[in-house]
């Protein structure tokens, strides 16, 4: 991913006020469980008044972690989130105002080219961040713009971790769903009925097009009706059944408008699994950045963080000398 306006699938995601993304919500060990308790531990380790920079900080799930710890620990923290997304999460997320209140936010930042100066943070962060802007990049910028004595962390994307299996197994349904062809099919029946309405089609052309509708629909549904997986794509079919059944009680160009914001939304989901599946590290690309970062004066290390027998992700911990 490159610039601003490659991260338009970001910018839509956040703007629907999600806290996090890349882990289902059914995982025991995610951003409440394990993911959390690793990062209070982290932040407890700083000083009171210790800057942090939270970099990919998307509508802030690390960052407000950090307020959460201060709180906690009754100390103060100075917290700035920048994503290269233009977010705004006090304006999408729906919490507790004075944690969001507590972060600084700023869209339209690369974590590979930080706009800060030398030594400037007691801390930088990023989950689940780094690696979709290049890693290595990201991670020493990291290394420049920490103080002497600071600390870094970061929670990156394994390859084979839960999140990349996840994403690979969902992208693999891509075809099943022939996205656009439902989208297409809808749009012809809610036009067949709507110009019927005006008394300018005829009956025949508008039941034809609802029952292709209804049939790509039920073809849907019986090539996925065994599928385990609750992947969020599968729930297109039923989406688009509701926006068809809404014309009983909404305007059709209303419900065209909807039909066009659910295509483009299922392409920005489909990108960000695409963007998730190729940040995955392998410990290979770990072992690199962690490499890098010694020769930039950070003493830095790694481990797995592990759910049981489920890969999280890796961690990347570091002190700047
Ligand atoms: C998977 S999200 C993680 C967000 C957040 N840290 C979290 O834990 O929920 C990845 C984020 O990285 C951001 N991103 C991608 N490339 C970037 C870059 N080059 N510089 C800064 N942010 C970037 C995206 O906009 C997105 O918000």
Redesign the pocket.
């Known amino acids: 991913?490159g610039d601003k306006e490659n991260?338009w699938f970001?910018r839509d995601y956040?703007q629907q006020g999600q806290l996090?993304?890349?882990l289902s919500d059914d995982l025991r060990a995610g951003y409440d469980g394990l993911l959390a308790e690793t990062w209070a531990d982290f932040f407890a380790r700083l000083t009171d008044r210790a800057s942090i920079l939270d970099?990919?900080?998307?509508?802030g799930?690390?960052a407000l972690l950090a307020a959460k710890a201060a709180r906690n620990l009754g100390c103060s923290f100075d917290i700035l989130g920048v994503?290269?997304?233009l977010i705004d999460p006090a304006a999408h997320v729906k919490i507790d105002p004075d944690l969001i209140r507590a972060v600084r936010f700023e869209g339209g930042?690369?974590?590979?080219a930080l706009p800060f100066e030398d030594g400037r943070f007691d801390a930088v962060t990023?989950?689940?961040?780094i690696e979709?802007?290049g890693l290595d990049h990201p991670a020493l910028e990291a290394a420049r713009v920490l103080k002497n004595g600071g600390r870094l962390r970061f929670v990156v994307h394994a390859t084979k971790g839960i999140a990349e299996e996840g994403a690979r197994h969902e992208l693999t349904l891509v075809p099943t769903l022939g996205s656009a062809r439902l989208h297409e099919a809808l749009r012809r029946a809610l036009k067949a009925v709507d110009s019927l309405n005006r008394g300018q089609g005829t009956r025949s052309e508008a039941e034809s097009a609802v029952e292709q509708f209804i049939g790509e629909i039920e073809e849907l549904d019986s090539k996925l009706k065994d599928h385990p997986n609750q992947a969020t794509i599968l729930t297109l079919g039923r989406r688009l059944l509701r926006l068809f059944e809404a014309m009983e009680t909404a305007a059709i160009p209303d419900i065209l408008r909807e039909v066009d914001a659910s295509e483009r939304s299922v392409e920005a989901h489909l990108l960000r699994l695409e963007a998730?599946a190729g940040a995955a590290s392998t410990e290979e690309d770990i072992t690199c950045a962690v490499g890098a970062m010694r020769v930039a004066g950070v003493d830095a290390r790694y481990h797995a963080l592990m759910d049981g027998p489920d890969m999280l992700a890796w961690v990347i911990e570091g002190l700047k000398r």
């Open positions: 991913m991260s970001w956040w996090a993304c890349c970099v990919c900080t998307g509508n799930g690390a994503d290269l997304a930042v690369d974590a590979a990023s989950q689940f961040g979709y802007a998730l």
